[in-house]
């Protein structure tokens, strides 16, 4: 049976206190939504329909490249109405799965499993908690059957000590969806359409509800405030670092790491406290990352050590090289094999051959650098002119001295030796010492102008 999932994402999320819709929020560096539709995917299902309402636009816009259809509730009327203007795209045939665009850490497995049992029931997702207040409790009777949910706001002092609570998903076949979702009437404290008042109906028609618990309560927490939204990632950082644990990741301190993306790590990496990985970062064997580092959507090398409070983005970094701390490698930095960037040296789309350094306060732009190139300290490449951005071609092995300024476009040639202090603005011969200074003038006579 082919499969349709929607997502309710309309909600503006009012206890946010944010100009942004509730759906666009981060959780690891990624919209809420993002994370929702990942797990729909996983199911593979025919399509995927998203409700948006408030700020539709700007959600849209953000999951422009993906294979969403959207649908506008125009009016917000709960969400049993927000499902209604979903259903007439649904073929009467197929199954359909209804998720929230507020609940992000939900796993595939326990979606299949609520799919699963409503091949021939209404499935629906329930967790227990300590104190489910403000949620909507799961009412059975003396044999265990669901027979409804009742919202909080409409439920008696009894139904409120109920700790099973619904958590918002569920899963039935169009025809049976779209013909109790044809009968809900606004006939509560809030005078919204509910969708929880689906069950109702399934039990008066002799359907069976089963209820499918989520392993952590945590999993189908959804998010209406900053404060649900903070310990939601902490506990999204806290599962992910367990599971770099469990593949042989050393950690400092698993409360202290975060991953805003995706992160591969090879054997026996460590990574000290306080660092925080962005986009796809790959960390190869035996690399090790000191603390309060962030990295962003880059790869290293094998045996490359990273060193304290460095920021790299955009990268790509070699083996054996090593880094910081305090080393800032820009969009389009490149290192090759055995390569020393040092403490405030910055590089930006340049390239760095093997066995190169540049230990102390540089900056290397717009750069291509060979081989066992010696890099001095407050050496600068001059790559913009104002205008246009040009680069600057250094060699194997050449020595650029301290505090040299190298006027791009400028090419230092194989072996050259460049004096401390220069100012480089056109290009060298090979082998040979250049020096580009003014010449040293001392006045015996002068004296300072008094006040």
């Not at 990942?38 to 309402?53: D, F, K, N, Q, S």
């Not at 993906?66 to 506008?72: D, G, M, T």
């Not at 790959?282 to 460095?310: H, K, Q, Y």
């Amino acid at each position: 049976m082919k499969l349709a999932v929607v997502v309710l994402a309309a909600g503006q999320g009012k206890r946010m206190h944010s100009a942004l819709p509730k759906v666009m929020h981060r959780l690891a560096g990624r919209p809420l939504l993002a994370h929702v539709l990942a797990a729909a995917r996983a199911l593979e299902p025919e399509r995927i329909l998203v409700v948006h309402g408030h700020g539709g636009g700007l959600v849209r816009d953000a999951f422009a490249d993906q294979a969403v259809e959207w649908i506008e509730q125009a009016e917000q009327r709960g969400t049993g109405h927000a499902l209604a203007q979903a259903m007439p795209r649904i073929p009467a045939g197929a199954q359909v799965l209804v998720l929230n665009g507020d609940v992000p850490m939900v796993r595939p497995d326990t979606l299949r499993r609520l799919v699963l049992a409503s091949r021939k029931a209404l499935a629906i997702c329930t967790s227990d908690l300590t104190d489910p207040t403000g949620y909507g409790r799961v009412v059975r009777d003396a044999r265990k059957r669901v027979r409804r949910i009742v919202e909080e706001k409409d439920a008696s002092p009894k139904e409120r000590r109920i700790r099973e609570w619904y958590a918002g998903f569920l899963a039935a076949s169009a025809s049976r969806l779209a013909a109790w979702v044809a009968k809900l009437k606004p006939a509560n404290a809030q005078k919204e359409y509910y969708l929880t008042d689906v069950i109702g109906l399934a039990v008066r028609d002799r359907v069976p509800v089963e209820a499918v618990k989520a392993q952590d309560a945590w999993e189908v927490a959804g998010v209406n405030s900053r404060h649900d939204l903070a310990l939601l990632e902490r506990a999204w950082q806290n599962a992910n670092a367990r599971a770099l644990l469990e593949a042989g990741v050393s950690l400092a301190d698993l409360w202290r790491v975060d991953v805003r993306g995706e992160l591969a790590c090879g054997r026996d990496v460590a990574i000290d406290v306080n660092c925080v990985f962005e986009g796809a970062v790959r960390l190869g064997d035996r690399v090790r990352v000191g603390p309060n580092c962030v990295l962003r959507n880059v790869t290293v090398g094998d045996d490359t050590e990273i060193l304290a409070c460095s920021v790299l983005e955009d990268s790509e970094i070699g083996t054996r090289c090593r880094i910081g701390p305090f080393a800032r490698l820009r969009p389009g930095a490149s290192l090759a094999e055995g390569v020393h960037i040092g403490n405030f040296v910055e590089v930006k789309a340049s390239r760095i051959g093997p066995g190169s350094k540049a230990n102390h306060l540089s900056y290397i732009g717009d750069s291509d650098i060979g081989a066992k190139v010696n890099v001095g300290a407050g050496t600068i490449t001059c790559n913009y002119d104002g205008v246009a951005k040009h680069r600057t071609v250094i060699e194997d092995e050449c020595f650029i001295g301290s505090d040299a300024t190298l006027v791009a476009p400028v090419t230092i040639a194989r072996g050259s030796y460049i004096g401390a202090g220069s100012t480089i603005s056109k290009s060298t011969p090979p082998n040979q010492l250049t020096l580009a200074r003014a010449r040293q003038v001392s006045l015996p006579h002068w004296k300072p102008r008094r006040k």
